[in-house]
């Protein structure tokens, strides 16, 4: 079965709104209820900041910066959990409530299973 659609709850809708107010692709594709709103924010979860740049933060008295860009990280994964508890509610049960989402297991079982149905 392919998911054509998913109809985003508000909550959801609101934090991603809030978290990438100026991302048209990903304002567009939350909307539209596509599902490609998964890969942009699969995509825009990334943390990669090189050890270098951490201690020259540091030595600058700026790791408020690097604890801002940490958090920021922690926000946008959370969201794409939440976005593939929502994908498989709409692919297990696309008629359901995403509100039933519970029986879907924990999200890093849910994130482990998205893993290995991309590869």
């Avoid at 709103?37 to 995509?43: A, F, I, K, Q, V």
């Avoid at 825009?44 to 940490?70: D, K, M, Y």
Wanted: charged share 30%; aromatic share 8%.
């Amino acid at each position: 079965m392919i998911v054509q659609r998913i109809e985003y709850p508000a909550d959801f809708a609101t934090r991603v709104q809030q978290e990438f107010p100026e991302d048209q692709g990903i304002l567009i594709a939350l909307r539209d209820g596509r599902v490609l709103l998964g890969r942009y924010l699969d995509d825009a979860r990334s943390f990669n900041v090189h050890p270098s740049t951490i201690v020259r933060l540091f030595i600058q008295g700026q790791e408020c910066e690097l604890l801002e860009a940490a958090e920021q990280a922690l926000r946008r994964q959370s969201l794409y959990r939440e976005w593939g508890r929502l994908y498989n509610a709409a692919l297990n049960n696309p008629k359901d409530d995403p509100a039933h989402l519970d029986k879907l297991g924990s999200p890093e079982d849910i994130e482990l299973r998205l893993q290995y149905e991309e590869a």
